[in-house]
């Protein structure tokens, strides 16, 4: 049975204090792992698709990065808007090609 | 407009009303979802209309029932609902390939309470 764990649960930096959100997998066929951010309220806001071990994405202070266990998410010296639920899913041959199966989330503050 | 649009933002009804969520793409999608989100639960896919017709119905309860008149409208009507459906709804859509489907997009959601 597939299986997506993100860590922590919660996470509380102050600006500009550089971390990591991981998401640990286990998936039977990983046809892509995708990160969303997603503000209160709001619906999740795509980020990134990873599709092989070794891929790496960039935008402004967020990296992602993929093994074949896990998925780091990188943000360097956030900032207060970077405040958000981040959340991994992913795409697999158990899944199918329509579904994407979620973790939980990391929350992220930011302190100014 | 952009992206994907659902409507209404927030619904309050009871248990013995009928309502309607609506959501609207403008990506050129051919794939539409709807997913639940309840506190501290992962995103639950609920339906998935590919080209208009249902592929998937995740063992949902008949008192959801979702209707797709065309790859770029879905609904999802509502009716007898119980408060543990209190959640936010959200509608997503994506292009599905020969090869590869693309990320899923999503609206900014209708939180729904049920009293």
């Known amino acids: 049975e597939d299986q997506v764990t993100q860590s922590p649960e919660a996470l509380r930096l102050q600006e500009g204090e550089s971390s990591s959100l991981n998401c640990s997998y286990t998936v039977s066929g990983l046809r892509g792992l995708f990160w969303y951010r997603q503000d209160p309220g709001k619906g999740p806001e795509f980020l990134f698709t990873l599709y092989s071990a070794g891929e790496e994405k960039e935008k402004e202070r967020l990296k992602a990065t993929l093994t074949k266990k896990e998925s780091f998410l990188h943000i360097t010296a956030p900032k207060p808007e970077d405040s958000a639920t981040y959340l991994c899913?992913?795409?697999?041959?158990?899944?199918?090609?329509?579904?994407?199966?979620f973790g939980t989330g990391t929350r992220l503050t930011v302190i100014p | 407009e952009t992206g994907v649009t659902q409507t209404p933002r927030h619904l309050v009804m009871g248990m013995t009303n009928k309502k309607s969520l609506k959501c609207e793409q403008h990506?050129?999608?051919?794939?539409m979802y709807w997913y639940k989100q309840s506190a501290k639960k992962p995103l639950e896919l609920m339906f998935v209309y590919n080209f208009k017709e249902q592929t998937e119905n995740n063992s949902v309860p008949s008192r959801f029932s979702p209707e797709c008149p065309n790859s770029s409208h879905l609904f999802l009507h509502l009716h007898t609902l119980q408060p543990e459906d209190s959640a936010l709804y959200l509608c997503?859509?994506?292009?599905?390939?020969?090869?590869?489907?693309?990320?899923?997009?999503f609206g900014q959601g209708t939180r729904l309470t049920v009293v």
């Open positions: 990506l050129g999608h051919n794939a």
């Open positions: 899913a992913v795409r697999s041959l158990s899944t199918g090609a329509n579904n994407l199966f």
């Open positions: 997503a859509s994506s292009h599905v390939g020969e090869t590869r489907n693309t990320e899923a997009f």
